[in-house]
């Protein structure tokens, strides 16, 4: 399990890398960017470096101990990257963000790394723990104090230049990401926190997990995809706008189905010439021109049923279970859908009837401000009245309620005189 989240957050962050590499390969180059994207790097690198099964490998030979010294030395790396990208966000840059006093700090620190790592001279026993001499302890406990201070004073500076963002970007998926990737911060702050129950043990036995425990590695995974996530979300708006426009337009597409496979069956000639007709999947706008195209063949079958409209549909719907034609979208779409059904019913009758009143047409719906006013609202608006035509338990009821009128009209026309 603990080897899994670390190569699983190794590869994430790695491959997030690569995948900003190639993009900056081919735009505008920023600083901001280069330094989140050797993060990133380096994170990964050292995940993958420090895992157990990385470590374990000393069993077959390899240098358990410059693995641990190397992957130390990256992971620190990392974290002067991180330091870095923290200035370059900070609006108004404070003296302690000089580049210069930011690269002698991270410079310092990585020597101190080295340093106190060759005083405490640790050995790895069978279960790749490092062992330091009662001499050595304290040099080992200092450098896993120095780490954790470094990680906490990096994490915290990313924090506080990234929280104004949260607060000014505008609301949507950038801010989302701009959240996701404080939440990864603050599950960073809990990873490094974690490393106290490593500077007590070596204080107590002189003993330090040569590799990340489970909980370490599983807290890094966290906020490896926690900051993936964030850039992707940040990076994609467009991308994941435009993905939810093609799920709602395919939703769209087949909630209008029922209504233009009724409209069709009664009147084929609606149907546009098949030919050339483009996928749901494809190019990005094949589902626009089948959704756009749907609309227009509904309407053309609105236009020829207007000889078949009835004129009472809307006293029958307020008489049937309190059903009404009021200002609701509901139930205006509900109208529409009883008007469509009772005159394709009146069309396979045969029985021809001028619009009369009481029919909730396009003026009386505009009035109260539910008729579409472009094309996007004219697609949910036919998928409401769509739905209202497949799913409504009164258009049944209305529809035997018109065979009934039409047998007992048919019935007085064949009565002698």
């Known amino acids: 399990m603990s080897d899994l989240a670390a190569y699983l957050g190794a590869a994430v962050l790695v491959a997030l890398a690569a995948y900003a590499f190639a993009i900056e390969r081919r735009g505008v180059r920023r600083p901001i960017r280069w330094a989140a994207l050797a993060f990133a790097l380096s994170e990964g690198c050292s995940l ?33 990257f991180l330091m870095l990208l923290a200035c370059l966000l900070t609006p108004h840059p404070a003296p302690r963000h000089s580049p210069v006093r930011q690269a002698t700090v991270a410079i310092a620190v990585q020597l101190g790394m080295v340093l106190l790592f060759v005083a405490a001279q640790p050995t790895l026993d069978a279960d790749d723990k490092l062992i330091a001499a009662p001499s050595g ?27 104004p963002s949260a607060r000014t970007v505008p609301t949507g998926p950038l801010r989302w990401g701009v959240r996701l990737i404080l939440a990864a911060v603050c599950v960073g702050v809990v990873w490094t926190l974690w490393s106290y129950d490593d500077f007590v043990r070596v204080l107590q036995v002189g003993t330090l ?9 599983l807290l890094g995974a966290l906020c490896a995809s926690l900051a993936v996530a964030g850039a992707l979300v940040g990076k994609w708006t467009e991308t994941f706008g435009a993905a939810a426009r093609w799920v709602r337009l395919c939703r769209c597409y087949f909630a209008m189905g029922p209504l233009w496979s009724a409209l069709h069956q009664a009147m084929p000639e609606i149907a546009f010439p098949p030919g050339g007709r483009p996928l749901l999947v494809g190019r990005p706008a094949g589902i626009e021109f089948a959704v756009y195209r ?16 009835e004129a009472a549909v809307s006293d029958w719907l307020s008489s049937e279970s309190g059903a009404g034609t009021g200002a609701g979208a509901a139930d205006a779409a509900l109208a529409e859908a009883a008007t469509i059904a009772i005159a394709l019913e009146n069309m396979r009758l045969g029985r021809r009837s001028a619009a009369g009143d009481g029919i909730p047409g396009e003026a009386e719906l505009g009035s109260v401000g539910l ?21 409504s338990p009164v258009i049944p009821v209305l529809l035997e309620r018109l065979r009934q009128e039409a047998d007992r009209d048919g019935r007085q026309l064949n009565r002698p005189a």
């Open 371 to 391: 008729i579409p006013t472009d094309l996007d609202s004219e697609v949910r608006w036919l998928s409401q009245v769509a739905r209202a035509f497949r799913r």
């Open 48 to 80: 993958a470096l420090l895992a157990p099964g990385t470590v374990a490998l000393s069993h077959a030979g390899v240098d358990g101990l410059s693995v641990i010294a190397l992957g130390d030395t990256v992971r620190t790396a990392a974290l002067s």
């Open 294 to 309: 749907r609309v227009i063949e509904i309407h053309d079958g609105r236009l020829v049923l207007r000889a078949y409209q």
């Open 137 to 163: 302890r304290w040099w080992l406990a200092v450098r896993v104090a120095l780490f954790a201070s470094y990680a906490v004073w990096a994490l915290v500076e990313l924090f506080l230049a990234l929280l």
């Open 209 to 217: 997990d040569g590799s990340e425990d489970t909980v370490s590695n």
